[in-house]
């Protein structure tokens, strides 16, 4: 059984940085991708950030392009989320996914883990 820990969210101002991390049980290593997405109120869930195992590739949503790294740890089973010159609109409930199955659409579909979430709250 999969399961996803998420931690490093906090209370941050603009400009400032956090490093978010997912602790994944154990099956990392099998995964098709896994990433991290956010929810702030009142809006969908999107993804921010996610790495695709079959190729190595990384996504990032434009928004956080040049700000966000993901970066993952295969030995300890974690992945990590760099969060620099953070802006109030940041501010989410950030949670980490990893999916197992093939038709998984990275950061977009087909993720079937999920994590508890983690509160980024960027505000002066």
């Known amino acids: 059984q999969v399961q996803l820990v998420e931690s490093g969210g906090g209370l941050v101002q603009p400009g400032g940085s956090l490093r978010l991390s997912c602790a994944d049980s154990?099956?990392?290593?099998?995964?098709?991708?896994i990433g991290w997405f956010r929810q702030a109120p009142g809006k969908e869930r999107e993804g921010v950030s996610c790495?695709?195992?079959?190729?190595?590739?990384?996504y990032y949503a434009d928004s956080v392009k040049g700000r966000f790294t993901i970066a993952s740890d295969n030995a300890k089973n974690t992945v990590y989320l760099q969060m620099n010159s953070l802006k109030p609109e940041d501010t989410a409930v950030y949670s980490c996914?990893?999916?197992?199955?093939?038709?998984?659409?990275?950061?977009?579909?087909?993720?079937?883990?999920w994590g508890q979430g983690t509160q980024v709250t960027v505000s002066s």
């Open positions: 996914a990893v999916g197992f199955g093939p038709r998984l659409v990275v950061c977009e579909r087909g993720y079937d883990y």
């Open positions: 154990g099956f990392t290593l099998d995964y098709y991708g």
């Open positions: 790495i695709s195992r079959g190729d190595g590739s990384t």
